[in-house]
């Protein structure tokens, strides 16, 4: 019996998050349906599209809730291709014996270069001198920093935290991390509170993991530990920050400024009324968005998709025990 597929990113989706190379890997297992909507499927639309679906391959603005499981009896699995599965019902999918995966972060390296390039646009204020000259005004000729010689805090030394550090070290700067739940072994990086971090770092880059212990995470009071003349810089997750704090202090120039990837608007991009702010630069969540990183992510799904097409467990799963929907 042939394997039907629901791959649900929309037409532009599929261009910038899956590719060609991806989708004819997908082809080549199963009958696949593409999502032909310009927008993201709600749960009725999941609904009607999945009726006669083995396995739904979904983009990261695609819901998983738990209405939908009970009611696509022919679901084997939801594949996510993207590492956060925070909007996918994990327990209601366990519940129905529907297998959940997801992809693991192929775009560390492309992510710690946009932190490089972050930190040395807020330095030397590249983008504000571009953007004057491209008005006709005359740029205002500004002191800037250079990396060698200062402090870069990172909050969370995950998998980017890791990749980024040893290339700050490489350009000359000091190295601070606070994460409780990480073990640090290189004794060129100090591991600190969060609280010693932000008062001694120059320059603050957000890369905790996103839950609900982490909401908020920098709010008014870790802001206010920051030096004035520090940069905070957040290619995490929006629900990390609290957006007012961080639009009082840097309205009130309480910090020198902000770089950000991420934020609480639509597909987590930056929230508008903080982009336009003057020391802010930001970036519409291109972090992860090179071919490298892209296809890293996409062609995980067709290995896990196959993976699952001959019933057995793949990488990236995360409710294994409760799969009961097996082929």
Known sequence: MITKILLTHTP????????ERSLKGLQALAQVVLNEADDALDAAGLIEAARDVDIIVADRL?????????????????????????????????????????????????????VLGFMVDLSRGISRATAD??????????????????????????????????????????????????????????????????????????????????ENLIGQAELARMRSHAFFINLSRGNLVDEAALMAAL????????????????????????AKLPNVIATPHIGGLTPPAIESQSSETVRQVEAIIDGKVPMGAVNADRWKRRP
């Not at 696509?72 to 959940?100: H, T, Y």
């Not at 972060?105 to 270069?113: D, I, N, Q, R």
């Open 12 to 19: 532009q989706f599929r261009r910038q998050y899956y590719g």
């Open 62 to 114: 695609t819901q998983g809730p738990g209405e939908i499981f009970p009611r696509l009896p022919k679901l084997r699995a939801f594949v996510r291709c993207a590492v956060d599965i925070r909007n996918i019902d994990v327990a209601a999918a366990s519940a129905a014996g529907v297998l959940v995966t997801r992809a693991e972060p192929g775009f560390v390296p492309s992510v710690a270069e946009l």
């Open 133 to 214: 000259y491209h008005s006709g005004r005359a740029p205002e000729v500004v002191m800037g920093r250079q990396l060698a010689g200062s402090r870069l805090g990172i909050i969370g030394y995950g998998s980017i935290g890791r990749y980024l550090a040893p290339i700050a070290l490489a350009l000359g700067m000091e190295v601070l991390v606070a994460d409780p739940f990480a073990s640090v072994n290189d004794a060129r990086i100090r591991h600190l509170s969060l609280e010693d971090l932000l008062e001694r770092s120059d320059y603050v880059v957000c890369l905790a993991i996103a839950n609900e212990s982490t």
């Open 251 to 274: 309205r009130e120039n309480r910090i020198a400024g902000a770089a950000m990837d991420v934020g609480r608007a639509l597909d987590q991009m930056p929230s508008p009324e903080l």
